[in-house]
């Protein structure tokens, strides 16, 4: 079960870390992803951390802005979200990817396991 937090309403310029705790699964055997969906576009693939944290991925509408982080003693994921514009608006959802996944990992099928979202607000 993944479960994220920490959305909210913040200015554009602004800035939120969001959270995904991990729980019932072996948290170091899964890539983190991080997928946004806004309103009436499809779910939109973010950025990934590996199993270690020794790596990450972004896509280029965040790159720069976004950090992804890991603890794997906490079995929780983060989104470090700096210089927020109002079309990073959307809800967002943290994922879990198995290792050995041979999948594109900006492939919403990759991941196996979702958490429920949680809505991000960036007004102008």
């Known amino acids: 079960q993944l479960q994220a937090s920490g959305g909210g309403l913040v200015q554009a310029g602004g800035s939120l870390r969001l959270s995904c705790a991990a729980s019932?699964?072996?948290?170091?055997?899964?890539?983190m992803g991080w997928f946004r969906q806004a309103p009436g576009k499809e779910r939109e693939f973010a950025g990934e951390?590996?199993?270690?944290?020794?790596?990450?991925y972004y896509a280029d509408s965040v790159k720069g802005r976004f950090t992804i982080s890991r603890d794997n003693a906490k079995n929780t994921v983060y989104l470090q979200m700096n210089t927020l514009k109002p079309e990073d608006t959307a809800v967002y959802y943290c994922?879990?990817?198995?290792?050995?996944?041979?999948?594109?990992?900006?492939?919403?099928?990759?991941?196996?396991?979702w958490g429920q979202g949680t809505q991000v607000t960036v007004s102008s």
């Open positions: 994922a879990a990817r198995p290792l050995g996944s041979a999948r594109n990992i900006e492939n919403a099928r990759a991941y196996a396991y």
């Open positions: 019932g699964l072996t948290f170091s055997s899964y890539h």
């Open positions: 951390i590996t199993w270690n944290g020794g790596n990450t």
